[in-house]
């Protein structure tokens, strides 16, 4: 199987998950005059619409960086690649939940929710780790060459978020703020584990291109 033809497969999973995100997010029934308190109601809910988005949009600019790094595929790499689209999809299940549950205010179903979303989040990262992985100890797939050293910085950044999301899960037990605050930054990190990827593929494109 051609590269190009897994990464038509991706990009349409991805743009339709970040479409139907929205479609989840759907406004009350509104009297009149009651426009307002509405939409300051829904203000946190919106807030999860838009760290999801982000969060998928991040995994997606990730898994396109990634794929300048493959040469070619292999089965195994596909069915990796499959894994992490599955993982990713998630998302849209965790975000509706934890939605739900800010809706009805119930303490314990906001702690399962967040609980629920950071389990989501976490095999993301795992997935990511073990393309990760999988790329290191198959060369003849690879793409690009003299980047070891740089990317030796980055390699452990899918289990960095991996504890962050942990931390996560164990902070839920005693605190909701804590655990949100504790997922919000791993959706955080997950960006910016993103720029240090990109930034070690594009030293490697620019060596290839001057080659």
Do not use: C
């Not at 590269?3 to 406004?27: H, Q, W, Y």
């Not at 999809?89 to 702690?111: F, K």
């Not at 095999?123 to 393309?131: M, R, T």
């Not at 992985?133 to 990317?151: D, K, P, V």
Request: glycine share 4%.
């Amino acid at each position: 199987m051609s590269k190009e033809r897994v990464n038509a497969l991706s990009d349409g999973v991805f743009a339709i998950l970040l479409t139907i995100l929205i479609l989840e997010f759907k406004p009350e029934t509104i009297a009149p005059g009651s426009l307002t308190h509405v939409v300051l109601q829904q203000g946190p809910l919106f807030l999860m619409y838009l760290m999801s988005y982000f969060y998928v949009g991040t995994s997606w600019l990730f898994h396109h960086d990634y794929f300048q790094y493959v040469k070619k595929t292999d089965r195994t790499l596909n069915i990796l690649n499959l894994l992490v689209l599955f993982t990713v999809t998630l998302v849209n299940y965790a975000m509706v939940l934890l939605i739900e549950a800010l809706t009805n205010g119930n303490t314990q179903d906001i702690r399962v929710a967040i609980i629920v979303y950071d389990i989501v989040a976490l095999l993301i990262s795992l997935s990511f780790l073990v393309l990760y992985r999988y790329l290191e100890h198959h060369a003849e797939l690879r793409s690009l060459t003299g980047i070891e050293q740089h990317y030796q910085r980055i390699r452990l950044d899918p289990a960095r978020s991996v504890l962050i999301y942990l931390a996560s899960m164990i902070a839920a037990l005693f605190s909701n703020v804590l655990a949100g605050l504790l997922l919000a930054a791993g959706v955080l990190f997950h960006f910016i584990a993103y720029l240090r990827f990109s930034r070690v593929i594009h030293i490697g494109v620019k060596q290839k291109s001057s080659d």
